[in-house]
């Protein structure tokens, strides 16, 4: 008498015992970067949304801020609380943004971060874009 119908009722029994994988899928480095890149494209495209009156230009201090790599985290928190303050806990840009803090480095600086004016979305979305492009350039050097 052979055993090996026994085993597969075995192996079914214990296939439908195992605990189902939830949860978000496994990123590899590679899948990762373009996830976050990805994230990077629909925040610009939903800043590019907004209606805004008018948009001042960057001058060379807040540019240099935006592109310090000890910075980024303190400057995305800035730009979390301004989009929740303004656009609210439920936009897509709030939600994105969120979703982009877990991947930056938390190293902190002496540095202010950048500030942008209050009610403001011109200088929100122009500042944001700035700062999204950096961690964008940032993200391809990894890559080459």
Do not use: W
Not at 35 to 53: C, F, G, S
Not at 113 to 141: H, M, Q, W
Request: with cysteine.
């Amino acid at each position: 008498m052979s055993s090996l119908p026994i085993l597969h009722r075995l192996l079914f029994l214990l296939a439908l015992q195992a605990p189902q994988a939830q949860g978000a899928t496994l990123k590899t480095p590679g899948t990762q970067q373009c996830y976050e890149l990805n994230l990077i494209r629909e925040i610009t495209n939903d800043l590019d949304k907004l209606p805004v009156a008018s948009e001042d230009s960057l001058n060379s201090n807040e540019k240099r801020k935006l592109m310090k790599t000890s910075l980024r985290r303190p400057n995305l928190e800035e730009f979390l609380t301004f989009a929740t303050n303004s656009l609210g806990e439920d936009s897509k840009i709030t939600k994105n943004l969120k979703e982009i803090q877990p991947i930056l480095p938390t190293a902190m600086s002496t540095e202010e971060p950048i500030l942008t004016e209050k009610d403001n979305l011109g200088d929100f979305r122009v500042k944001l874009k700035e700062y999204l492009s950096a961690i964008r350039d940032s993200l391809n050097c990894k890559n080459t």
